[in-house]
Each structure stands twice: as structure tokens, then as C-alpha cells.
């Protein structure tokens, strides 16, 4: 936004604003055009002033943000507040006065959200006022300027998403977000937004989010233990197993060895009792060994898979 600073006559407003803060913007109409704000403020003999003035595209400014204007009829106001007058407001006939334009309630919607993001003012009609809200004098400022238009346009031109702003960008769900929200939660503490309800909601969605974060993690330490003893049993079943294949190894040999005990027998038939119960214990080994692999195997077979 391009803003012609003016300046205004230094008895027209006050350097500072004895510590207060910006927390609202005050809308005015000039009852003339702009330029002839730019003649009233530059004028010492008038004491008065505004920070901006804005004549369609044009915008004007006559005193800087941090000191003091004296333009709303009330000294309080005047120290917390912005003041903005637009172009209109003089009799074009009898009774009947100019209407400040589209382009000029346009020009004070962008210039309105600036404001608003830069000082954190909410979007609000509790925080964009008329003149005649806050006077006390009695005036009819601002006439018919119509300000829930502007406060509409400074919505759609991304003033008071100050709340918004700290939404955006960060993945709640994400640990390194979440200190960072949490950070962001004890500076709203600390009052530097403005808007309650949103900093309720988001400590609420926090406070969830840390919720469902605790029994995912309960849930993912359960799992990981589980998943240890099933590791381990597999390594268990696959001991089994190799140490049952290594006594397979026994069964050819000991096949072979009893086939030379029959031939044997035969040329022995005296010592055929002997040779038998040699045989029973070698066929009775043979069938342990194979019993053993074959459990082994099924073991390994069906429990793996679990
Ligand atoms: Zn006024």
C-alpha cells in the first residue's frame, strides 16, 4: 500500500501515547475532499489531526502511528487509538450529502487489515468504531461511511487472523510444532493477541492432541514388547531345529551299520539272540532320531508363521 506522508502542524496532536497501546481504529469522514484534510492538519490553528486520510486509491498520512491524534472527541480514545478519515461528507445539495465512494471504503478495508495485523486489532465492531461511538461531544462523524463494509473487505484482505496466522504452518500433531504452539500460547498469556476464544480453542486442541499422543504411545511400547518375545521365540524354533537336522545326520550311518549287523547275524546264527536285541536298540535309536526331527520340523513349520 502506498501511504504520501503529509505530516500535520505540531501543535495538532501529541508526540508519544504516554504508554498506552493500539487496540482500536476510529473511522471518520472528512466533510470535504482530501485534500482539504491536508489543509485542516496542516493548519495550527485547528488542533486537530488524524494518522490517515484516504480519497479513493489515495491514502494520506498526517501523524505517525506511535504519537498521538487528536481526532475522537475524547482524550482516552485518542491515546489508544488509529484515526482514519475519508473523503465525503459535503452537501451536494439541500439535505442530501457526498457518499464516501466504493473505491475509497475499498482503499480503508486493505489499509484497516494492515493496521489489524500490525497491532493485533481484532476485526471487530468493538475495535473499529465510528466517531460519533466515542465522542463526547456529540457528532454525527462518520456519516454514512459505512464501516461493517470496511471491517468486510479488512476480513477478506487477511487482517484479524492473527489466531489464523499461528495455525498456519504448523502440524500439531509434529513434537517440534507442538513447543512451538505451546510457546506461542504463553505469549497469548501474556497478552499479546488479543482474541480469548481462538486462544481457547487452541490450548484446547492441544491439550487433545497431547491426549491421544500419550495412548498412542502406551499402545506403540506395548506392541514393541510384544514383538521382542516373538522375536526371540523364532530364534528358539530355529535352534530346535538345526540341532534336530544335525541328529538326521546320525540315521544314514546308523542304516548302514544295521545292515552290516544282519549280514553278520546270518553268518552267526548262535548268537542270534545277541544280534537281536543289538538290532532292537539300533531300530529303536533310529526311530527316536527321525521322531525328534520330525517334530522339530512341524514345530518350526507351525510356529514361525505366528
Ligand atoms: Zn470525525
Not at 21 to 47: C, M, Y
Not at 187 to 201: C, L, N, S
Request: contains cysteine.
Amino acid at each position: 500500500m502506498n501511504i504520501i506522508f503529509k505530516g500535520a502542524a505540531t501543535i495538532n496532536f501529541e508526540q508519544g501515547r504516554r504508554g498506552n497501546k493500539i487496540d482500536k481504529i476510529i473511522l471518520h469522514w472528512i466533510v470535504g475532499t482530501l485534500e482539504s484534510a491536508d489543509a485542516t492538519f496542516a493548519n495550527p490553528q485547528r488542533v486537530a489531526s488524524a494518522h490517515y486520510g484516504i480519497g479513493d486509491g489515495e491514502v494520506h498520512q498526517y501523524v505517525n502511528d506511535q504519537d498521538t491524534a487528536y481526532h475522537a472527541g475524547n482524550f482516552g480514545v485518542n491515546l489508544t487509538s488509529i484515526g482514519i478519515e475519508h473523503e465525503g461528507g459535503w452537501e451536494i445539495s439541500p439535505g442530501v450529502r457526498m457518499k464516501p465512494s466504493d473505491k475509497t471504503h475499498e482503499t480503508s478495508g486493505k489499509l484497516v487489515a494492515a493496521l489489524s495485523k500490525k497491532y493485533n486489532i481484532p476485526l471487530t465492531r468493538e475495535h473499529i468504531k465510528g466517531h460519533k461511538e466515542v465522542s463526547l461531544s456529540g457528532t454525527e462523524c462518520p456519516g454514512t461511511l459505512d464501516i461493517d463494509r470496511i471491517i468486510k473487505i479488512a476480513k477478506t484482505e487477511g487482517g484479524d487472523n492473527q489466531m489464523g496466522d499461528i495455525y498456519k504452518g504448523y502440524d500439531l500433531a509434529n513434537k517440534e510444532s507442538m513447543k512451538v504452539a505451546v510457546d506461542i500460547l504463553v505469549r497469548v498469556q501474556g497478552g499479546e493477541f488479543v482474541d480469548k476464544a481462538k486462544f481457547d480453542e487452541l490450548q484446547q486442541t492441544i491439550t487433545n492432541l497431547n491426549g491421544s499422543i500419550n495412548s498412542k504411545n502406551t499402545e506403540l511400547l506395548k506392541l514393541t514388547d510384544e514383538l521382542s518375545r516373538k522375536i526371540e521365540e523364532i530364534a528358539k524354533l530355529n535352534k530346535e531345529k538345526e540341532t534336530a537336522e544335525d541328529q538326521a545326520k546320525e540315521v544314514p550311518t546308523l542304516r548302514k551299520f544295521l545292515e552290516q549287523c544282519e549280514l553278520d547275524r546270518k553268518g552267526f546264527p548262535s548268537e542270534r539272540e545277541s544280534w537281536n536285541r543289538a538290532r532292537g536298540q539300533y531300530e529303536a535309536r533310529i526311530k527316536e532320531l527321525e521322531n525328534n526331527w520330525f517334530k522339530a520340523f512341524i514345530g518350526f513349520i507351525t510356529r514361525k508363521g505366528l
